[in-house]
């Protein structure tokens, strides 16, 4: 069982606008930086949301993160086939000194 | 291009040792804390260990505590895991990723390697 609990799945049709949630707990979430990453079938994990709600370069003003107490989101818009893949969030827990990952929400594109 | 390129996966059997390492390129190595990160077949991603830039802060996830040391060689750029005393359930795809600031705790990872595959099995 994942310290930060996410959906398993998620769903929507092109052009919709998908969330995902994180929970987690004062320790993790509540004190620290959200990581969101994408993982496509058969590839690495690829950062897309760094300390809470920051787009790397080359990752579209569409896909957007936020956090709040502790709990964190990522919102897709305009969804595209494209964006079918895993999605992990990850945060820095003080009390475990680790990281760690939500269990990973697979997101189809009906 | 920052690139980073894991080797030494293979077949051992229970009880067995594993040497993991992950060289890396296009980047001043000894200036970023760097991870590794495991995914069982099917399953999601877990954190396995972290070390910072100059090797000073080292973090073990308690599933690996004891058996596995993380090292790394700035002269060499590379990033090494030991594995010792192998379970089955450490099998798994073990991933390299880069720190994106000098201590693990700080900032999250930002690069990752394509993986190396390590099957632990009688």
């Known amino acids: 069982q994942s310290v930060l609990t996410q959906p398993p799945s998620a769903s929507g049709t092109p052009g919709q606008r998908v969330t995902i949630s994180c929970s987690g707990s004062?320790?993790?979430?509540?004190?620290?930086?959200v990581y969101w990453y994408q993982q496509l079938p058969g590839t690495a994990p690829k950062l897309l949301i760094y300390?809470?709600?920051q787009r790397p370069s080359g990752v579209p003003d569409r896909i957007s993160g936020s956090k709040s107490g502790t709990s964190a989101s990522l919102a897709i818009s305009g969804l595209r086939s494209e964006d079918e893949a895993d999605y992990y969030c990850?945060?820095?827990?003080?009390?475990?000194?680790?990281?760690?990952f939500g269990g990973g929400t697979k997101l189809t594109v009906l | 291009e920052v690139r980073l390129v894991e080797s030494g996966g293979g077949l051992v059997k229970p009880g067995g040792s594993l040497r993991l390492s992950c060289a890396a390129s296009?980047?001043?190595?000894?200036?970023?804390?760097m991870n590794w990160v495991r995914q069982t077949p099917g399953k999601g991603l877990e954190w396995v260990s972290s070390?910072?830039?100059?090797?000073?802060?080292?973090y073990y996830a308690d599933s690996v505590k004891g058996r596995f040391t993380i090292s790394r060689d700035n002269a060499k750029n590379s990033l090494y895991l030991q594995m010792n005393s192998l379970r089955v359930e450490d099998t798994a795809v073990y991933y390299c990723?880069?720190?994106?600031?000098?201590?693990?705790?700080?900032?999250?990872?930002?690069?990752w390697g394509q993986g190396t595959t390590v099957t632990v099995s009688s």
């Open positions: 990723a880069r720190g994106s600031g000098q201590l693990p705790a700080a900032d999250g990872m930002d690069v």
């Open positions: 296009g980047f001043t190595f000894r200036s970023f804390s």
């Open positions: 070390i910072s830039s100059s090797s000073s802060y080292i």
């Open positions: 004062s320790s993790n979430i509540g004190t620290n930086y």
């Open positions: 300390r809470n709600n």
């Open positions: 990850a945060a820095w827990d003080d009390s475990l000194s680790a990281w760690v």
